[in-house]
């Protein structure tokens, strides 16, 4: 089993920055993808961005390129998220999400693992 742990959400204002993080346990992450998700209320979750364990490579939405960077700490087992210029329309719960077999996708089925979400709220 795999047990990922958000935090770091929050009230700020646009133009501000937040970092979340996705503490992982359970298991060897060497082949794992990990995602953000984020879903604001009355809308479908929608994928932010996604990074290999191993390697690092990285994808973004394109709603958060050149504002948002994901990151992870090997040794910690855990996942940043770094929001730069933020926007009321990034107001949403942000998910972390495993994919244990592999691959970015931008489909959330593809990942089996999630945390309990963490609610970010930007005001205007």
């Known amino acids: 089993q795999v047990q990922l742990v958000e935090s770091g959400g929050g009230l700020v204002q646009a133009g501000g920055s937040l970092r979340l993080s996705c503490a992982a346990s359970?298991?060897?992450?060497?082949?794992?993808?990990m995602a953000w998700f984020r879903q604001a209320t009355g809308k479908e979750r929608e994928f932010v961005t996604a990074i290999r364990w191993s390697g690092g490579s990285t994808y973004y939405a394109d709603s958060v390129k050149g504002r948002f960077t994901i990151s992870r700490d090997n040794g910690e087992n855990t996942v940043y998220l770094q929001m730069n210029r933020l926007k009321p329309e990034d107001t949403a719960v942000y998910y972390c999400?495993?994919?244990?077999?592999?691959?970015?996708?931008?489909?959330?089925?593809?990942?089996?693992?999630w945390g309990q979400g963490t609610q970010v709220t930007v005001s205007s």
């Open positions: 359970g298991r060897a992450f060497s082949r794992t993808t």
């Open positions: 999400a495993a994919n244990l077999l592999g691959g970015i996708s931008i489909s959330p089925n593809e990942y089996a693992y």
